[in-house]
């Protein structure tokens, strides 16, 4: 098999296949290795791993970590690349092709049955208009995994990597946070893809922690107080309570954030996963009683 990453292999194989790009479902396909070796060293991808990959194109990161993994599940919703791998992935005997729509997928089964009780690492080329279902959907699931790596738009790694009072800092950033440790491992411009997406994008690796980042008293109202204070960001973290119908009084949620030593008009933005556990604390005691 020739260069996966080469314009005109690509262009032959699609051709070989009468297959085109189907922009609804977000293929744009890596075509430079440097990347696909970064992924791979920045995933600790070795001879002892086992990986789950989702929307594999072509099958150009898919042979890469087949070369170095023990075992690839990978899984592609397009039927029509079915024909494809299995001409691009010739050879390997240590790829599991899956034809399925990974958000529909029981991902428990699915780990269980192709992984047995080990610890996966899902490593993925993700399309960008469905990237945060998938990702929450892994997280729902982390006991699977040991970490996940995965090409983004950069922005939303931006977001899921940032800090509070960061301009990129949002829910997301709080959901992602709270099960793991994200680091940007590296930016990938346009021209890296086949046909080059409209934005950059960006390799992050989610290290998945063994316990929450924080320990608030009711995790689900933490989450339903995160929410609230985002849903509209110029909003401060009092009138954006108020209006969430969690059932606390607006004065009462402003004497939580002065015992706590937080300024009244202070926005969601501004609070850290432990700021959020504390007050969560405190709401819920007032709940409870």
Known sequence: MGNLTDIKEIKSIMA?????????????????????????????VNEYSSVLEIGPGIGVLTKALAEKAKKVVTVEIDKKLLPVLEYTLE???NITVINEDI???????LCRENFGDEKVKVVANLPYYITTPIIMKLLEFKECFS???????????????????????????????????????????????????????????????????????DEKLFFRLVHASFAQRRKTFVNGITNAGIGITKNQI??????????????????????????????KVILDN
């Open 254 to 283: 402003s004497n939580i954030l002065e015992e706590l030593g937080f300024d009244a008009d202070i926005r969601g933005e501004k609070l850290t996963l432990e700021d959020f556990a504390k007050i969560t604390d405190k709401i």
């Open 103 to 109: 958000l529909k997928l029981d991902i428990l089964k």
């Open 16 to 44: 070989r296949f009468g297959k085109s790009f189907t922009k609804s479902l977000g293929q744009n396909f890596l075509i430079n290795s440097e990347v696909i070796d970064n992924i791979i060293t920045g995933s600790d």
């Open 147 to 217: 970490l996940v790596t995965v090409m983004v738009q950069k922005e939303v790694a931006q977001r899921m990597a940032a800090n509070a009072g960061n301009k990129d800092y949002a829910s997301l950033t709080i959901a992602v946070q709270y099960q793991t440790k994200p680091v940007i491992i590296a930016n990938v411009p346009p021209e890296f893809f086949m046909p080059p997406p409209k934005v950059s994008s960006s390799v992050i690796r989610l290290d998945i922690l063994d316990k929450p980042a924080v320990t608030a008293s």
């Open 91 to 93: 050879g390997y005997n």
